[in-house]
């Protein structure tokens, strides 16, 4: 078992370029979920899967960010017109959870870095 | 909303002494306890968690209490070594809802 795996490690942008983070979770694993991790706000709760379909994506900001899982084995993270702030680990977790309260396993995680 | 609340940002130890991680948490539901360890350059890995008022959870020397009644998840250690210098990470979910929220770590670091 490899884990959950995400792609690139590291990526720079340039300020108003897009970038795309990919995850591929835990074979079998029904639940996915991007976080994203900075110094200042820890590690907050973007967006969350559950058999491909989106539940809660009460934590990302609505104007650029979006995420998509097209199939069970995959999920994107896409970020357009990055921006300095938008600077931060993001970290993809998944869980065999059909029910609350899981562990989730996570990646280790995509450094973005805006200049 | 769900909260969680680490009042330490910076916890620096001698090896060999007792440590003490304070988590308290807010919801209205009735919640799941996490503490989420992550060394350096690695991902967050699960310490232990625990749904069970007032039942002491172990992992790996590390243990805590779930107290319902005062909404605290306290990690502690009786002798912290080396290696267990890392970011600790307490976090909720409700018993439903699998999305876990996290405060905001403590980083814990021993000396020799």
């Known amino acids: 078992n490899a884990g959950v795996i995400q792609t690139p490690r590291h990526k720079v942008t340039g300020k108003g370029q897009e970038a795309t983070l990919w995850c591929e979770p835990i074979s079998g694993h029904s639940a996915v979920f991007w976080y994203r991790q900075t110094i200042v706000q820890g590690l907050e709760f973007l967006t969350y899967?559950?058999?491909?379909?989106?539940?809660?994506d009460s934590g990302m900001p609505k104007e650029r960010f979006s995420a998509q899982m097209p199939n069970q084995s995959h999920s994107t993270l896409k970020i357009q017109s990055t921006q300095p702030q938008d600077s931060a680990v993001y970290l993809c977790?998944?869980?065999?959870?059909?029910?609350?309260?899981?562990?989730?396993?996570f990646g280790s995680g995509t450094r973005l870095t805006v200049l | 909303g769900d909260s969680v609340t680490q009042t330490e940002g910076l916890v620096t130890l001698t090896k060999g002494l007792p440590v003490m991680l304070n988590c308290t948490y807010q919801?209205?539901?009735?919640?799941?306890l996490f503490w989420y360890v992550q060394h350096l350059n690695e991902a967050p890995k699960l310490l232990l968690k625990?749904?069970?008022?007032?039942k002491r959870t172990e992992h790996q020397g590390f243990y805590a209490t779930l107290h319902k009644s005062s909404s605290s998840f306290h990690l502690q250690k009786s002798s912290v070594q080396l290696s267990d210098s890392a970011l600790y990470f307490c976090?909720?979910?409700?018993?439903?809802?699998?999305?876990?929220?996290f405060g905001s770590g403590t980083k814990l670091t021993v000396e020799p």
């Open positions: 625990s749904s069970t008022d007032n």
């Open positions: 899967f559950r058999n491909q379909a989106p539940i809660d």
């Open positions: 919801t209205t539901y009735s919640p799941f």
């Open positions: 977790a998944s869980s065999s959870g059909t029910k609350g309260a899981e562990t989730l396993y």
């Open positions: 976090a909720l979910s409700e018993t439903l809802y699998n999305v876990l929220y």
